[in-house]
């Protein structure tokens, strides 16, 4: 019927979606068995992190880590050398805590959630109450607690490598080059639609696009020998040069 249809037609974001669910339960579970004063940190992070394939699950989770921890130690220094009394002090603090945290995220993606963290740290009503040193190891250990089930559920539960997804995409690549080329030749004898030359060049830029950043994943893979598949480069550079000699011969 339609439904199976669809999901056939969807089956890697519907893995995902089982993937994101399993994940966001099973990290609330060890939260609560653990103990943890705010388990839900887990379970936003367990969420954040799961991407469609493997490597891109290590790389958020990476990420999410490095920012987090950068943004937390960092944060609970303001909170340490600040006076959390009055609008006044905390308001200091945030400007001293964002400002350095919000340069560095700039000049580097994996800092992104420091500022977030920092600000938590310093106005968070749990932040305030507890001591700076405390709040900062419990959001570290909770965020490690999300990243690493995350990872876990990647690994277990209906995992995709990143050379899978790669492959998948080259496929729809390769498909609207297809439709592509059979474009260009029919103008031997009829006239080009505009409107649909136009919408395969942006499908194939779109495409091509999201080739790179799976290669990256499918690299980070090997190199943490989660696959034996070869290196990915040589499909992303053919494929760029396919798409390239199509719009030549568009032209």
């Given at each position: 019927n339609d439904a199976v249809a669809y999901l056939t037609q969807h089956a890697p974001e519907a893995r995902l979606a089982i993937r994101v669910a399993v994940a966001a339960v099973a990290a609330y579970v060890l939260a609560q068995f653990i103990g943890l004063t705010q388990g839900y940190w887990a379970v936003f992070t367990a969420v954040i992190v799961m991407q469609a394939s493997i490597g891109g699950s290590v790389k958020a989770t990476v990420d999410r880590l490095t920012g987090t921890l950068g943004g937390a130690i960092y944060g609970g220094a303001?909170?340490?050398?600040?006076?959390?009394?009055?609008?006044?002090?905390?308001?200091?603090?945030?400007?001293?805590?964002?400002?350095?945290?919000?340069?560095?995220?700039?000049?580097?993606?994996?800092?992104?959630?420091?500022?977030?963290?920092?600000?938590?740290?310093?106005?968070?009503p749990f932040g305030q109450q507890a001591s700076p040193v405390t709040f900062t190891i419990d959001r570290i250990v909770?965020?490690?607690?999300?990243?690493?089930?995350?990872?876990?559920?990647?690994?277990?539960?209906?995992?995709?490598?990143?050379?899978?997804?790669?492959?998948?995409?080259?496929?729809?690549?390769?498909?609207?080059?297809?439709?592509?080329l059979e474009l260009i030749l029919a103008c031997a004898t009829a006239q080009i639609d505009p409107g649909e030359l136009r919408r395969l060049q942006i499908a194939t830029r779109r495409t091509l696009n999201s080739l790179e950043p799976t290669a990256d994943e499918a690299r980070r893979e090997r190199a943490m020998r989660l696959t034996d598949e070869p290196d990915p480069e040589p499909i992303v550079r053919t494929s760029m040069r396919l798409r390239n000699d199509l719009i030549i011969l568009a032209r």
């Open positions: 303001v909170a340490l050398a600040t006076v959390h009394e009055g609008p006044l002090a905390i308001g200091i603090g945030l400007a001293v805590a964002v400002l350095p945290l919000a340069y560095v995220a700039a000049l580097d993606a994996r800092f992104r959630v420091a500022p977030v963290t920092a600000v938590i740290v310093l106005i968070s909770e965020i490690g607690l999300g990243g690493i089930v995350a990872l876990v559920v990647s690994l277990l539960i209906l995992p995709a490598r990143a050379h899978g997804v790669l492959a998948e995409s080259t496929g729809k690549l390769l498909r609207l080059c297809a439709d592509f």
